[in-house]
Nanobody, 123 residues
Framework: QVQLVESGGGLVQAGDSLRLSCAASGGTFSYYAMGWFRQAPGKEREFVAAIKWSRGSTYYADSVKGRFTISRDNTKNTVYLQMNSLQPEDTGVYYC????????????????WGQGTQVTVSS
């Protein structure tokens, strides 16, 4: 059973940066793509970024492109989300997810989820 544990959320001001981490265990992660999603109160969970393990190909939502960077450390089975120039609209619970499929931009393409970490950006 794959387990994902996120960390690094917090309360910051607009323009600040945060780095989220997602530690994975219980699987062979060279076979998995990893994604970050977020969910604001009253809204659907939305795609933020994803990374394939095999070649490190990355994918981003238009709303975060140029501000957020997803990366991974294969030796630590950990995925990171570096978030710069944070804005109040980035507020939400951020979830890490894992999949062996190719549908990386939809939450329905992922099999495993972490518990989430709260990110709050004040104006």
């Amino acid at each position: 059973q794959v387990q994902l544990v996120e960390s690094g959320g917090g309360l910051v001001q607009a323009g600040d940066s945060l780095r989220l981490s997602c530690a994975a265990s219980g699987g062979t992660f060279s076979y998995y793509a990893m994604g970050w999603f977020r969910q604001a109160p009253g809204k659907e969970r939305e795609f933020v970024a994803a990374i394939k393990w095999s070649r490190g190909s990355t994918y981003y939502a238009d709303s975060v492109k140029g501000r957020f960077t997803i990366s991974r450390d294969n030796t630590k089975n950990t995925v990171y989300l570096q978030m710069n120039s944070l804005q109040p609209e980035d507020t939400g619970v951020y979830y890490c997810a894992a999949t062996r499929g190719d549908s990386l931009r939809t939450r329905y393409g992922y099999n495993y989820w972490g518990q989430g970490t709260q990110v709050t950006v004040s104006s």
